[in-house]
């Protein structure tokens, strides 16, 4: 792994000791002083019980974690991790994305890249052209956020056919944007490292719109219907947003392939959320409606828990919902690296997809 942010402390770290397929793993961060605080961190949670009360739905939980903790290794020199392992993740700021990713593949290994894929789609299209068929060929995105296992169900019963024609996905991720104990350094800087609510949190909201309605359909229109953006001097997390950046959109893409209904995508993507659960602005929820049948997926959160209500309702019958709950935490970013790691990995894990979605963004914040 290259970078040991907010990213990999978070989300990565507890799910990395149950994931069968690696059989070990290497840190690297430019900067020591955050590689000396993983350690720490994870140690602490062994000592509390995290894993024991978090993720007792793998066997000895506790034991693994330790085992695990055994075998991290943190390398000085990046050409050393690269030449060690297997896959890299890379979980850098936006704008070292691409040069990384290259010098991964010129390793002779499999880079693995965070959202979003770069700050800027110019950046791969200056490249040379054997350079970018490397990128398309060898490198992987990562959208932790289609693993997840309601998306997946959801996407499951799409594809049964049952709902008929989709006519429209109406998607809201909800988020209060970064906080002032995340360190949001990129986030907030549009110029040098992208920045804002688009490519921070609609990443996520256009990669589970397009993964819904299938990945392979051409996209035919987009229109931004509405974009706001930070006033001069405005604080964000107690940091003054140096530029200009989006906190507020929403967007449609129309989508369509030869003998089908156009589908039409409306996306949400905002930093200006509420925490509320009972607030309008406080839930995330996708609803896909088709010709014969609507689903609505909503999370909860319940009593400090997570759990998302899966309803469908066909033409002139009433609604029927299942709770879906969330087995541990980070299930998503788990599926996603066991995912990666495990083989061939599907269409949604390729470098064009994630390029395919910093197009969608580019295209929404053009004025």
């Not at 990945?215 to 001069?232: D, N, T």
């Given at each position: 792994?290259?970078g040991?942010?907010?990213?990999?402390r978070d989300?990565?770290l507890?799910?990395l000791?149950?994931l069968?397929?690696?059989?070990?793993?290497?840190?690297?961060?430019?900067?020591?002083n955050?590689?000396?605080?993983?350690?720490?961190?994870?140690?602490?949670w062994?000592?509390?019980?995290i894993?024991?009360?978090?993720?007792?739905?793998?066997?000895?939980p506790?034991k693994?974690?330790?085992?695990?903790?055994?075998?991290?290794?943190?390398?000085?020199?990046?050409?050393?991790?690269i030449?060690?392992?297997?896959?890299v993740l890379?979980?850098?700021?936006?704008?070292?994305?691409?040069?990384?990713?290259?010098?991964?593949?010129?390793?002779?290994?499999t880079?693995?890249i965070?959202?979003?894929?770069?700050?800027?789609s110019?950046?791969?299209?200056?490249l040379?052209?054997?350079?970018?068929?490397?990128?398309?060929?060898?490198?992987?995105?990562?959208?932790?956020?289609i693993?997840?296992?309601?998306y997946?169900?959801l996407?499951?019963?799409?594809?049964?056919?049952?709902?008929?024609?989709?006519?429209?996905?109406?998607?809201?991720?909800a988020?209060?944007?970064p906080?002032?104990s995340?360190?949001?350094?990129?986030?907030l800087?549009?110029?040098?490292?992208?920045?804002?609510?688009?490519?921070?949190?609609?990443?996520?909201?256009?990669?589970?719109?397009?993964?819904?309605?299938?990945?392979e359909r051409?996209?035919?229109?987009l229109?931004?219907?509405?974009?706001k953006?930070?006033?001069?001097g405005?604080?964000?997390a107690?940091?003054?947003?140096?530029d200009?950046?989006?906190?507020?959109s929403?967007?449609?893409?129309?989508?369509?392939?030869?003998?089908?209904i156009p589908?039409?995508?409306?996306?949400?993507?905002?930093w200006?959320?509420?925490s509320?659960?009972?607030s309008s602005?406080?839930r995330?929820?996708?609803?896909?409606?088709?010709?014969?049948?609507?689903y609505?997926?909503?999370?909860?959160?319940?009593?400090?828990s997570?759990?998302?209500h899966?309803?469908?309702k066909?033409?002139?019958?009433?609604e029927?919902?299942?709770?879906?709950?969330v087995?541990f935490?980070?299930?998503?970013?788990?599926?996603?690296?066991?995912?990666?790691?495990?083989?061939e990995?599907?269409?949604?894990c390729?470098?064009?997809f994630?390029?395919?979605?910093?197009?969608?963004?580019?295209?929404?914040?053009?004025?």
């Amino acid at each position: 792994i290259i970078g040991t942010g907010q990213a990999v402390r978070d989300a990565y770290l507890p799910i990395l000791p149950f994931l069968e397929p690696i059989q070990r793993t290497l840190l690297y961060d430019i900067d020591t002083n955050a590689t000396e605080g993983v350690l720490e961190l994870f140690r602490g949670w062994i000592k509390e019980g995290i894993f024991e009360r978090d993720y007792n739905e793998f066997q000895n939980p506790r034991k693994r974690a330790e085992e695990f903790f055994r075998n991290v290794v943190f390398v000085e020199d990046i050409n050393e991790l690269i030449r060690l392992s297997d896959y890299v993740l890379i979980t850098t700021p936006p704008n070292t994305h691409i040069p990384l990713a290259l010098k991964v593949i010129e390793g002779g290994k499999t880079p693995i890249i965070e959202k979003p894929l770069s700050t800027s789609s110019e950046e791969i299209s200056s490249l040379t052209s054997d350079q970018q068929e490397d990128l398309l060929q060898k490198a992987r995105y990562q959208e932790n956020f289609i693993f997840n296992p309601a998306y997946q169900e959801l996407k499951r019963r799409i594809d049964l056919g049952g709902i008929g024609d989709v006519i429209l996905i109406e998607t809201c991720l909800a988020s209060t944007g970064p906080s002032p104990s995340s360190t949001p350094i990129w986030r907030l800087n549009k110029s040098v490292s992208g920045g804002g609510a688009l490519y921070d949190w609609g990443t996520h909201a256009i990669g589970v719109s397009l993964f819904l309605a299938g990945i392979e359909r051409e996209l035919v229109g987009l229109k931004p219907h509405y974009v706001k953006y930070s006033a001069p001097g405005e604080k964000i997390a107690n940091q003054e947003v140096v530029d200009s950046i989006d906190l507020e959109s929403l967007i449609s893409i129309s989508l369509a392939n030869d003998n089908e209904i156009p589908t039409t995508l409306l996306i949400e993507s905002s930093w200006q959320n509420s925490s509320d659960q009972n607030s309008s602005k406080g839930r995330s929820w996708v609803r896909v409606e088709g010709t014969l049948v609507t689903y609505n997926l909503e999370l909860r959160k319940i009593r400090g828990s997570k759990e998302y209500h899966l309803s469908h309702k066909k033409i002139r019958s009433d609604e029927e919902k299942i709770v879906l709950p969330v087995r541990f935490p980070h299930d998503s970013f788990y599926y996603a690296l066991k995912t990666q790691v495990e083989g061939e990995p599907p269409k949604y894990c390729r470098f064009g997809f994630g390029l395919k979605i910093l197009d969608i963004i580019e295209r929404s914040l053009e004025r």
